[in-house]
């Protein structure tokens, strides 16, 4: 049975919604806020951390989970909900809500998967900052293309996170944003001293969870279809674009666990390609999520990696997996479980890697 629609998304009063609509969907007026925002605040006298941190990769990969341990440690400066709908003007939002502080109450998001958020939790906002000054050369009618931003955009995102940063403490950028996988060579290639986590989870259990999620946020319309697209939010649901990593289709449509499946390939062969490409030693840090919900030392391994201390334990609750996945072909299967075994051996050199996982699985011949 398919999962129940999600809560509204979110639940803003009419005119919250009107401010958002008004500072999300015109892209020129995002580019003034920004201006307005840098002249005022970027004068370069403070000298903040210039080692981000990003998560990245496919939807349903726990990414959000390892974004709210690694804000925990508090050495991060991260978009919240509290800076909403100015993400683009962040420090600017702060002065003009000062006599309104964002509250602190929490409800499970609308993804249905027990994950608590507030106004100060920290959310995958980033992708505004792209769509507005580089949309055109990535957001296709048929998906999300890989392209190389212009040197005068990453100067943009060099202000922009030095913009964050100060309305966040100062500390280093951390940000979640599953886009930057149309981006990552170049993100890797600009930034010497960046540190990217790439998490994964096995192929079916991930895609079924994609396929799920895609029905769920299918009931989506009006404001929160609109309010994801503002957002660059395009993994699942009416605003759903894949990604156009390669020359590779999908097959089938996104109502069929094997295109789910095809989107896990294309998304994971594209992060390993990427990471072939770099040094030994490169920024690029693949992320076995079964193992950080199992295996304590493996979170302090990766915060040692990321250069942070590993005082704040990852926690996140494991829930019950359905052991029998149906409809997936056989060819894909094999092709996934070929990159899954890459995924599992990358990050583990020198060390033990794990098998995949023990699902029972059903295929059917395309």
């Known amino acids: 049975m398919p999962p129940g629609p999600p809560a509204s998304l979110p639940a803003y009063r009419w005119h919250e919604r009107w401010l958002h609509a008004a500072v999300l969907s015109r892209g020129f007026v995002g580019e003034a806020l920004f201006d307005l925002e840098v002249a005022r ?7 903040f951390p210039d080692a981000p941190v990003l998560v990245t990769g496919l939807a349903r990969s726990g990414s959000t989970a390892l974004l709210h341990a690694l804000h ?10 509290a800076d909403m709908p100015f993400v683009l003007a962040p420090n600017t939002w702060r002065a003009l809500r000062r006599s309104s502080p964002a509250g602190s109450t929490r409800s499970e998001r609308a993804h249905g998967d027990g994950l608590q958020i507030s106004q100060e939790t920290p959310e995958a906002f980033e992708e505004v900052f792209w769509r507005v000054f580089d949309g055109h050369c990535y ?15 990453f100067a943009r995102y060099q202000r922009y996170r030095r913009m964050v940063q100060r309305a966040h403490g100062g500390g280093r950028y951390l940000a979640k944003n599953n886009n930057a996988l149309v981006r990552l060579a170049a993100l890797c290639g600009q930034l010497p001293r960046l540190r990217v986590l790439v998490p994964f989870r096995p ?44 020359d590779a289709g999908y097959p ?9 499946l095809a989107t896990w390939i294309a998304a994971y062969r594209h992060v390993l390609q990427v990471r072939d490409t770099l040094p030994a030693t490169g920024p690029i840090r693949l992320v076995d999520h079964d193992r950080l919900l199992d295996d304590p030392g493996y979170w302090r391994e990766l915060a040692a990696w990321v250069e942070i201390p590993a005082a704040s334990q990852f926690r996140f609750e494991r829930r019950p997996r359905r052991e029998v996945v149906m409809g997936a072909s056989a060819g894909l299967l094999a092709e996934a479980e070929a990159i899954y075994q890459r995924l599992l051996a990358a990050p583990a050199k020198g060390g033990s890697v794990r098998k995949s996982s023990n699902l029972s699985v059903r295929t059917e011949n395309p």
């Open 252 to 260: 089938g449509t996104p109502d069929h666990l094997d295109y789910w």
């Open 203 to 246: 192929p079916l259990q991930q895609a079924r969870s994609l396929l799920a999620m895609h029905r769920r946020f299918g009931a989506l319309h009006g404001f929160g279809a609109r309010y994801l697209a503002w957002l660059g939010h395009h993994e699942f649901g009416r605003t759903h674009r894949p990604f156009r990593l390669d």
């Open 139 to 153: 957001l296709q009618g048929d998906g999300l293309r890989s392209y190389r931003p212009a040197a005068d955009t």
């Open 72 to 81: 925990g440690t508090g050495v991060f400066a991260s978009l919240t909900y």
């Open 41 to 47: 605040y970027d004068h370069g006298e403070a000298q």
